[in-house]
T-cell receptor
Framework: AQSVAQPEDQVNVAEGNPLTVKCTYSVSGNPYLFWYVQYPNRGLQFLLKYITGDNLVKGSYGFEAEFNKSQTSFHLKKPSALVSDSALYFCAVRDRGSTLGRLYFGRGTQLTVWP | SAVISQKPSRDICQRGTSLTIQCQVDSQVTMMFWYRQQPGQSLTLIATANQGSEATYESGFVIDKFPISRPNLTFSTLTVSNMSPEDSSIYLC???????????FGQGTRLTVV
């Protein structure tokens, strides 16, 4: 069964500090991995994805994530946090063999960046 | 990318009534998905809607409660039938073009049942 774990409900960082939002996954095959961000009263916005190739992927707004196959992790990172990064972040996984293309989401991590 | 227009953005409904949510995409897409996001929680897939076939429902969701239409490659509706306060949630439409592409989401419909 496919599942995604985001072990932290909340992450708090000071502006200018690096941030990490953790994600681990479990899929029956090889995964496609995604990060989304949700601002209040908005839908989900795509940040970045891992499909194949370089384990470090770069995405929107200065975010990046590292795919670690041995640890089945896909942590989201940013070298220097901004107050405007405060939002709800979701990790999602899709099985490469899936014909339906559905995504499995983690429960979300609320990121708060303090000025 | 795909731009998704979802209507209504919010509604307050009486219990026992039904609400139909519309999802319009600016391009033809193969797969459309309907999710529910309860307050403070993650997204739960309700069903997958492919044009020309019956929607595929996830465990815990049934067609009588959440009928879905998919008349063409750019449009879908989700109806929440015989509503109760437990149906209060955000409902999100999503589209996908293939397994290695990102999904795009509508703005969501915030439903409150009183």
């Amino acid at each position: 069964a496919q599942s995604v774990a985001q072990p932290e409900d909340q992450v708090n960082v000071a502006e200018g500090n690096p941030l990490t939002v953790k994600c681990t996954y479990s899929v029956s095959g090889n995964p496609y991995l995604f990060w989304y961000v949700q601002y209040p009263n908005r839908g989900l916005q795509f940040l970045l994805k891992y499909i194949t190739g370089d384990n470090l992927v770069k995405g929107s707004y200065g975010f990046e994530a590292e795919f670690n196959k041995s640890q089945t992790s896909f942590h989201l990172k940013k070298p220097s946090a901004l107050v405007s990064d405060s939002a709800l972040y979701f990790c999602a996984v899709r099985d490469r063999g899936s014909t339906l293309g559905r995504l499995y989401f983690g429960r979300g991590t609320q990121l708060t960046v303090w000025p | 990318s795909a731009v998704i227009s979802q209507k209504p953005s919010r509604d307050i409904c009486q219990r026992g009534t039904s609400l139909t949510i519309q999802c319009q995409v600016d391009s033809q897409v193969t797969m459309m998905f309907w999710y529910r996001q309860q307050p403070g929680q993650s997204l739960t897939l309700i069903a997958t809607a492919n044009q020309g076939s019956e929607a595929t429902y996830e465990s815990g969701f049934v067609i009588d409660k959440f009928p879905i239409s998919r008349p063409n490659l750019t449009f879908s509706t989700l109806t929440v039938s015989n509503m109760s306060p437990e149906d209060s949630s955000i409902y999100l439409c999503s589209v996908g073009q293939g397994p290695n592409t990102e999904a795009f989401f509508g703005q969501g419909t915030r439903l409150t049942v009183v």
